[in-house]
């Protein structure tokens, strides 16, 4: 294997290149490899500058994450980088690509930064639940100003290389080849005589103002980064940027550094980073299979959904035929995608000929056989099984062999679809989520006669379209609606029981899911889920109290926020919920109606209820083998569900409050609640009973 780290001499300056594919991470090798080049080049007769650049397309875009596992081994960062910014001869950062984590910090380590133009420098350690601990958090404010500074590390936005200009952490910016650039740049500085210069020596800058701006930054993670410590650390340690000198501030770093590698909010998040990579990995599925080649895509119904997944295969460049039963509803798809794309010009993020090449890239149409030269036919049209099967005997007659046909249901029976074709080894659930063009999730449901290489296309097609793809088999709401299932269920009980649609959802929401589940059903239209239930009646419990609040807001007309009213009112200009005491009273009324003991629960038996219920559910989905893994799982619901990442996902989760905890929780609710709702799954009690987790399962699983 050739050196990670070497260098070259031309004329008077030497020229350093870090070569670690793919991205140049930082692992021990490069810093081990950087120590000694640096170490050679120090005081070497004749040198007079030093460029430090990367082969590829990236400048360094982070560090090998399994060193937090693995710990840090010698030389460390600061020993690293502390040599470059010791160095007696002005030392050039030629910086293309993306310039990530410890790569951001190499740069500042260095005296002066050369960036290509399309280069962007980026802070993404808190997505990590970590802050920069290579000194990016000290010198970062010595260059660019605090207010930057903490914008850049709290979003993990990267800043464009015009951008870093402006603010002082690019010294130049250049159209063409940045090693050539940053090379004259060097020798201009040799011309002139100008030394090294050093960022930790550079004052602050923006130290006036700073405790104010500490102050409001604090203020508003703990509203927009709930729960999280790892926002307020590096809050922190840029305070003490400004207050210590900077050797002190770097032990600050260092030791909150230390503290976030160790909690549960950075573990969870890791957990994360390795999921969202091992679901695609399908257990059983050769490694070899091929995914079918997808050119054309065709779809099938451009409604709401439709209209979504046109628009994702139109944004990466795929042509799509978009068939709907009436001109109307065909011209008011394409409507509502010119809309939604006029919104991202509007926004600035989409060029306005970029919007007409992806409208281009759309073809509409009111007939089928349009559809006999697409790859992929997606099928999004009403939740009716009968519908869906009469169209999918349509597109069997119509579509050309090998063409994969994927279906959008949430809910129905995938086999029961498939079996009204000839090729049922070509069919596929694709479940998107609302609004299907900005959801990351991809739930693809592998049918009972599914072939193998169909699965491994729409993993392929799920990448390609930027979606996270993840896999289960068939039942009923799959992975994501299932365990949503005595979830729901759970949070509408808590409301019969005494407590407000508010309560609910606050306890929830400051818990740290996206959206309260009742604000939830009030987004999507209260209907949806009671229409849903009233088809599968006869699968039901027989229980007046199960689900009964959406079914008397639906009695009532109130369907969610499209009235303006459903467990909440929207009625004010900006369209924010607000409690109703109508709704409240009524559905007290109810309570009373159906002898519901009034237990008023509060935050924590709320919180207990829904995310033990759903973790429970989860659980049967491993046993039967509709999840995969439990990190599937935790893919699914932070993906697609507004789970906190920062908690892992729910059974990560689960782990982390320990499986006998919630068993026992599970067993008091069995007395305490609705009993024939409060069943622990047998894999939960064999787990909890032996003191084993589902992280242990599934390493065994996979062994
Ligand atoms: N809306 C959601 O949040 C959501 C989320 C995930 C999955 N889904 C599923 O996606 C599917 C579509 O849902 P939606 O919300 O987009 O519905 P929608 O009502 O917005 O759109 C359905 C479209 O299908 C068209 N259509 C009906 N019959 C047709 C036929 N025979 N041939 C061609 N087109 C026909 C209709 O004209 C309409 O434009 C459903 O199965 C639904 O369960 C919806």
Redesign the pocket.
């Known amino acids: 294997m050739s050196e990670p780290v070497t260098f070259s001499i031309a004329g008077d300056v030497a020229v350093v290149m870090i070569d670690s594919p793919p991205v140049n991470a930082v692992n021990q090798g490069v810093r081990a490899g950087l120590k000694q080049v640096f170490t050679e080049l120090r005081g070497k007769p004749g040198i007079k500058a030093i460029v430090l650049g990367c082969a590829g397309k990236t400048f360094v875009a982070g560090a090998d994450i399994k060193e937090f596992d693995t710990g840090i081994a010698a030389p460390g960062y600061h020993e690293v980088l502390r040599l470059i910014e010791d160095s007696l001869v002005p030392v050039v950062a030629a910086v293309q690509g993306t310039a990530l984590g410890a790569g951001t910090e190499i740069a500042l380590a260095c005296h002066y930064r050369v960036a290509h133009e399309a280069a962007r420098f980026g802070l993404p350690e808190l997505s990590l639940g970590i802050i920069p601990g290579a000194g990016g958090t000290q010198r970062l404010p010595r260059l660019v100003p605090l207010e930057v500074a903490l914008d850049m590390a709290l979003t993990g936005k990267p800043l464009p290389a015009g951008k870093a200009a402006e603010a002082g952490l690019a010294d130049r910016v250049v159209g063409g080849e940045v090693m050539p650039a940053a090379l004259a740049y060097a020798r201009e500085l040799v011309a002139s005589g100008a030394g090294p210069r050093r960022t930790r020596e550079q004052p602050v800058k923006g130290k006036e103002g700073a405790a104010e701006l500490f102050a409001a930054q604090r203020a508003q993670v703990a509203k927009t980064m709930r729960n999280r410590q790892s926002p307020i650390a590096l809050i922190t340690a840029l305070q003490a940027a400004v207050e210590q000198p900077f050797d002190e501030g770097l032990k600050v770093e260092g030791r909150l550094s230390s503290q976030l590698e160790q909690a549960t909010e950075s573990k969870a998040l890791r957990h994360l980073f390795y999921a969202e990579r091992e679901v695609r990995k399908i257990p059983g599925l050769a490694a070899n299979i091929a995914p079918r080649p997808i050119a054309r895509v065709g779809i099938?119904?451009?409604?709401?959904?439709?209209g979504g997944i046109a628009m994702c295969c139109a944004n990466v460049g795929i042509p799509v035929t978009l068939?709907?039963?009436?001109q109307q509803?065909l011209d008011r798809?394409m409507a509502t995608i010119r809309k939604n794309y006029e919104r991202s010009v509007s926004r600035g993020s989409l060029k306005p000929e970029q919007l007409e090449e992806r409208i281009k890239l759309i073809s509409p149409t009111l007939d089928y056989s349009a559809l006999a030269n697409a790859d992929l036919i997606i099928e999004?049209?009403?939740?009716n099984l009968a519908?869906k099967k009469e169209?999918f005997a349509k597109l069997d007659a119509v579509a050309k062999p090998g063409a994969i046909l994927g279906t959008?249901?949430?809910t129905l029976d995938i086999d029961e679809i498939a079996a009204v074709t000839r090729r049922a080894k070509d069919v596929i659930g694709l479940?998107?989520?609302?609004p299907a063009n900005v959801m990351q999730l991809l739930e693809i449901v592998q049918a009972g006669k599914t072939a193998p290489d169909v699965v491994v296309t729409a993993l392929d097609i799920a990448k390609r379209i930027k979606k996270t793809g993840v896999v289960a088999k068939v039942c009923y709401g799959f992975i994501g609606n299932r365990m949503m299932d005595p979830y729901g269920r759970e949070a509408e009980r808590c409301v019969l029981e005494g407590a407000t649609p508010a309560q609910v959802d606050g306890a929830l929401e400051q818990w740290g899911m996206a959206m309260g589940i009742l604000a939830v059903y009030d987004m999507?239209g209260v209907d949806v889920g009671y229409l849903t239930r009233a088809e599968r009646k006869h699968l039901l419990p027989d229980d007046p109290t199960f689900y009964r609040p959406t079914a008397v807001l639906y009695e009532h007309g109130w369907l969610g926020q499209k009235s303006g009213r459903g467990y909440y009112r929207y009625d004010g200009a900006d369209r924010k919920r607000t409690e109703d005491p109508e709704v409240i009273a009524l559905l007290q009324e109810e309570a009373k109606r159906l002898d519901v003991p009034q237990r008023k629960p509060g935050a924590q038996e709320i919180q207990e209820r829904c995310l033990y219920a759903m973790i429970n559910e989860g659980a049967l989905l491993l046993e039967e083998g509709v999840a995969l893994r439990a990190s599937d799982i935790d893919v699914v619901y932070t993906a697609g569900y507004g789970f906190p990442r920062y908690r892992g996902g729910p059974m990560f989760y689960a782990d982390t409050v320990g499986l006998k905890v919630i068993y026992d929780k599970i067993m008091e609710f069995q007395k305490t609640l609705d009993p024939r709702y409060w069943q622990p799954a047998p894999l939960l009690k064999k787990l909890a009973l032996a003191g084993s987790s589902f992280a242990q399962w599934q390493a065994e699983q996979s062994r």
């Open positions: 099938v119904g451009a409604g709401t959904m439709g068939v709907d039963a009436t509803n798809g999004a049209v009403f939740e519908l169209i959008n249901t949430s479940h998107f989520f609302s999507a």
